[in-house]
């Protein structure tokens, strides 16, 4: 028999244009699937510059939550079962001590490596819910991974001129929509210029004009949140 809340958690996963909507939707769409108490969605980075992990260097590899990127850091390593999902690309499963509980761990694939975690806090579940919800986050990296090819620069990696124009647009309504004083608004719109970039790019070629983006944007990820 077909699964009502589970097709409808696939049609909202892949309705979505955005990357936060895309998220909200994935734990809406595990909630649906198993009763669970919490889910949350980590980011997976290189500790060195904060740009694509590595599978190679799980050392050095950081967390972070990506629904509340101000919570802070915390190496993969400190999370119990986060270094198998990753290693082993497969879904980890821990018990808690009473065994009324578990935590699930799924890796978030992305094209060539894990592009991040999906944690869920739930009731003890059989395996035909354990085959749902790890194709529900397979199919939530694929969406993923197709919004990032069209938000961000092949080059850079950084957000393009589209995804900006969007966000923009969202940010606009709701400061129209926000009943705080100016003072109380926590918004920043800064616009970067590199020096002489014309000129390294005539004097040396457009590949070392493409490095001196690509350690720009890097800069501009570790320096931005």
């Known amino acids: 028999m077909i699964d009502k809340q589970y097709v409808e958690a696939i049609i ?9 909507l895309l998220m909200k939707r994935l734990t809406n769409g595990v909630g649906g699937v198993t009763p669970c108490s919490a889910v ?3 980011d997976i980075f290189n500790a060195a510059n904060e740009v694509e992990f590595s599978a190679g260097n799980i050392g050095g590899a950081m967390i ?6 101000q919570a802070g850091r915390r190496w993969l390593q400190e999370e119990e079962g986060f270094v198998q999902a990753v290693t082993e690309k497969k879904v980890v499963q821990i018990m808690h001590e009473d065994d009324s509980k578990t935590r699930l761990v799924f890796p978030i694939p992305g094209l060539n490596h894990t592009i991040g975690l999906v944690s869920v806090d739930c009731d003890k579940t059989d395996a035909d819910n354990m085959f749902l919800l790890e194709a529900l986050v397979k199919i939530y990296g694929n969406q993923n991974f197709l919004l990032t090819r069209n938000e961000r620069d092949g080059l850079t990696g950084l957000m393009n001129r589209a995804a900006f124009d969007d966000r923009l647009s969202r940010i606009m309504g709701q400061l129209a929509n926000d009943k705080r004083s100016k003072d109380e608004r926590n918004i920043c719109l800064a616009i970067l210029d590199i020096d002489h970039f014309k000129q390294v ?13 690509l350690h720009f944007a890097q800069l501009m990820t570790r320096t931005f949140r």
Request: proline residues 3%; without cysteine; hydrophobic residues 30%.
């Open 12 to 20: 909202g996963l892949t309705e979505q244009f955005n990357q936060q």
């Open 40 to 42: 949350k969605v980590f």
């Open 64 to 69: 972070r939550d990506a629904q509340d990127p």
């Open 201 to 213: 790019n005539d004097e040396f070629g457009h590949l070392f004009g493409d490095e001196v983006l």
